[in-house]
Nanobody, 116 residues
Framework: QVQLVESGGGLVQAGGSLRLSCTAS????????MGWYRQAPGKQRELVAV??????NYADSVKGRFTISRDNAKKMVYLQMNSLKPEDTAVYYC???????????WGEGSLVIVSS
């Protein structure tokens, strides 16, 4: 059973920083991709950042401010968020993806609130 647990959310002022962590119950090198998504109130869930064995990709709205990284030995994925804006307020979800077979696993989410 794959479990993903997020931590590190909270309340921060605009311009501040937070680091989200995602701890997996199994080695993350098992997965083809690890990513962070977010869902703001009244909006659909959207991709924030994704990391594979060799590449990272970011939503245009967070490029230059957010950094995704992974520590395979610790079974953890991180999202460093700098220069936070009120529009970054959302529940942030950790995701792990497999291609063969196609599987997608989600954490329960971590709330980030950015005050203006």
């Amino acid at each position: 059973q794959v479990q993903l647990v997020e931590s590190g959310g909270g309340l921060v002022q605009a311009g501040g920083s937070l680091r989200l962590s995602c701890t997996a119950s199994i080695t993350i090198s098992t997965f083809n991709s690890m990513g962070w998504y977010r869902q703001a109130p009244g909006k659909q869930r959207e991709l924030v950042a994704v990391i594979t064995s060799g590449t990272t990709n970011y939503a245009d709205s967070v490029k230059g401010r957010f950094t995704i990284s992974r520590d395979n030995a610790k079974k953890m994925v991180y999202l460093q968020m700098n220069s936070l804006k009120p529009e970054d307020t959302a529940v942030y979800y950790c995701n792990a993806g497999l291609l063969r077979p196609v599987r997608s696993y989600w954490g329960e989410g971590s709330l980030v609130i950015v005050s203006s």
